[in-house]
């Protein structure tokens, strides 16, 4: 038990590192290529320190056969990611951390309901859920969705550039650092998540066997804690540098992505639709994923115009306060998967 719990740590150790190294190397290709930084935080960002879910949630179903531990990685995460926002809040300093946001986050953070919820219905359905061949009609549902999402998404911001061209004036900081070191050097630290990644699935089947808390609680809690590690380093490291934005951005594009990759997750698993061989405790973490991310939205339209306890503003303690309930609620019901 001693040498499994070794191996979690170090995987995470390593996933940490690389997320570090990301946030600085992601912030450089902002700069050198001009795109804006939430931009670069909703999609480069994002789909890279969400590769650990990715790569974890096909070695669950195609290698390990265990849906549940994709399904609650991806599910477990994006409630993570959310309660990243309210632990940026501590570092903000003393403005709330959605005071000077941009609004287009509300866009990307809209979506996220849209996606979360469709796949949380689509849990609750099971097997009356229509599919085809091995694959749940969610599938492409959540696929186009993402597209649309997307490219809304990036016309917005485009949009947004073009009319105040703010991220394309800011003051270069990385003149030392050439855009072909960065983009290589942002390579490798990816390959390094993967790897990393890669090896969770079966660290954290085995740790389900071993302490019988169950694959559903295994996976929305550890693995999507460890897999969440770059979102979490990558958010704090942007923080410090300025780049509020693109931490923010980073976590919504992060929880899209992640419910892609659901769908990614549902065609490589050929025993059937995934859905319809999953815990049904999955939707409470879906659902409170909503949840929390409709308190984002509430926040970022209203602005509290100051923090209201211990270096929190209420939405971030509501965030908080939902997260820990989400993990109470599945450690409940860790019985039945």
């Not at 909703?42 to 390990?64: D, F, K, N, R, Y």
């Not at 403005?95 to 609004?103: G, S, T, V």
């Not at 942007?238 to 990614?264: E, K, W």
């Amino acid at each position: 038990m001693l040498i499994l719990w070794l191996e979690f740590i170090v995987v995470s150790a390593i996933i940490v590192f690389s997320g570090i190294r990301l946030s600085k190397y992601g912030d450089v290709i902002a700069e050198k290529s001009g795109l804006g930084r939430a931009w670069i935080g909703l999609i480069l960002m994002a789909s890279v320190t969400s590769l650990p879910e990715l790569i974890t949630g096909i070695s669950s179903v195609a290698i390990v056969g265990a849906p549940d531990i994709a399904l609650g990685d991806v599910m477990g995460s994006c409630v993570f990611n959310l309660s990243i926002i309210a632990l940026m809040d501590i570092f903000h300093g003393p403005d709330p951390i959605f005071q000077k946001a941009e609004h287009g986050h509300i866009l990307s953070a809209g979506f996220g309901v849209i996606l979360i919820g469709l796949a949380s219905i689509a849990i609750l359905s099971n097997q009356s859920f229509p599919s085809f061949f091995h694959i749940g009609l969610y599938t492409p549902l959540i696929i186009i969705t993402y597209a649309i999402g997307i490219r809304g998404i990036y016309y917005f911001e485009k949009k947004r550039i073009a009319d105040f061209v703010g991220d394309l004036t800011e003051a270069t900081q990385y003149d030392h650092i050439t855009a072909k070191e960065a983009g290589i050097k942002y390579v490798i630290n990816a390959l390094v998540i993967v790897a990393a990644a890669t090896w969770l699935p079966f660290i954290g089947d085995r740790l389900a066997e071993e302490t019988w808390l169950g694959r559903s609680f295994i996976g929305s809690v550890f693995i999507a804690m460890t897999t969440s590690l770059p979102e979490l380093v990558v958010s704090i490291s942007a923080l410090r540098i300025g780049a509020t934005d693109m931490a923010i951005a980073n976590l919504f594009g992060s929880n899209l992505f992640d419910i892609f990759i659901l769908a990614i997750d549902d065609i490589f698993y050929t025993k059937g639709p995934i859905l319809a061989d999953v815990s049904a405790n999955h939707a409470i973490t879906g659902f409170m994923a909503a949840l929390m991310t409709g308190i984002t939205i509430v926040s970022l339209t209203y602005r509290l115009e100051k923090k209201a306890f211990l270096r929190l503003g209420w939405d971030a303690v509501a965030i908080l306060l939902a997260f820990f309930v989400n993990i109470y609620l599945l450690y409940s019901l860790r019985g039945g998967g």
